[in-house]
């Protein structure tokens, strides 16, 4: 087993054991019907852990567990709850597995709860739910009796939804980079992150980058090479440290948020990823950097006719030449 999965997993499971056996002792008699979602190759997610956190679940909830076995299984998993009075869908995975659920859940009144079980969990963290196991699995069983779902926006591009951000161009290209080495993703975290953005950078941007045109429905048009649209903030976390980029974006505000990176110079780039991890920086008031807020849609489209790179909540769905983003205010039930 990888040694960063055993130092990360091996005082959660004593604290499960615990949680599950108390618990089990205080079962509810009234139960509501859950599905469990797992991804069984998520970062953290381990055998022994998912049967910890599913026997925990079962002394309140009416469990049942699935795991993800291809591509898009969640999807299709999740188009069905409805159907099969499934009153909550709970994953237990990354952001790509919640993105996957997201996809089944489209016009279902079935709240989602996220388990943190990837790298950077995220729109879990977004709902305020901890992004440790225990902690996330504990706060589940007690809300059994404070029951109360919400809604909040879906975003989709090219039909797809997602649900806190999607990226065309560089961020995107790196993303691209990481998920084609996952063991290193699993083992380096935000490390193999950052090492891929410097080489995507490098490799893909210097010479030649791709050109985009941003337009939205409202008449805010930019130019760049690389377009990131928000559903919330921040856009991602470097371990526990939150990274904002595009300002304004909520998840229930009803209207997404965009940032364009309209040059990709060796002088640029450093000093906008600069103001990432600066206090009182702000990556939007960079000279190189457009911002827009409160749009209803937007379409980002090539301007040289390459295909660009596409991304949706961390990963990587293909290249485009086209990205047509749009927004359905309350479109996801959710429960946290």
């Avoid at 615990?18 to 953290?44: C, E, G, H, W």
């Avoid at 299984?73 to 919640?98: K, S």
Wanted: proline share 6%; glycine share 8%.
């Amino acid at each position: 087993m990888n040694p960063v999965l055993v130092s990360l997993t091996t005082p959660s499971l004593e604290a499960l054991e615990q949680l599950a056996s108390a618990a089990q002792r205080d079962a509810a008699i009234d139960r509501k019907r859950m599905l469990v979602v797992v991804n069984p190759y998520a970062t953290t997610v381990s055998d022994r852990l998912r049967n910890l956190v599913v026997y925990a679940l079962q002394g309140r909830y009416d469990v049942t567990a699935i795991d993800t076995e291809s591509k898009d299984h969640a999807t299709e998993v999740c188009r069905r709850v409805g159907d099969d009075g499934y009153e909550v869908v709970v994953t237990f995975g990354g952001d790509g597995t919640v993105n996957e659920a997201v996809n089944g859940l489209i016009g279902s009144d079935v709240p989602l709860f996220p388990l943190p079980g990837g790298n950077t969990n995220v729109f879990c963290r977004m709902l305020g739910i901890p992004n440790e196991i225990v902690d996330a699995t504990e706060h589940l069983l007690r809300i059994a009796d404070d029951w109360q779902p919400r809604r909040v926006d879906l975003p989709a591009v090219n039909g797809r939804a997602f649900t806190f951000s999607s990226g065309v161009g560089l961020d995107a290209t790196v993303v691209r980079r990481v998920d084609a080495r996952p063991h290193l993703k699993a083992r380096f975290g935000p490390w193999f992150f950052t090492s891929a953005a410097v080489v995507s950078f490098m490799k893909d941007y210097v010479v030649r980058p791709p050109r985009l045109e941003v337009t939205s429905d409202t008449g805010w048009t930019d130019r760049g090479v690389t377009a990131i649209v928000q559903n919330g903030d921040p856009y991602t976390y470097f371990r526990d440290r939150p990274i904002s980029l595009a300002e304004g974006a909520t998840l229930d505000s009803g209207t997404l948020s965009a940032v364009v990176l309209e040059r990709a110079t060796a002088l640029d780039v450093p000093t906008i990823s600069a103001r990432a991890f600066l206090p009182r920086a702000r990556i939007v008031r960079h000279r190189r950097v457009g911002h827009a807020e409160r749009l209803d849609a937007l379409t980002v489209r090539s301007t040289d006719g390459r295909e660009i790179p596409l991304q949706l909540d961390g990963d990587y769905v293909g290249s485009v030449t086209e990205a047509r983003y749009t927004i359905t205010p309350g479109g996801l039930a959710v429960v946290s």
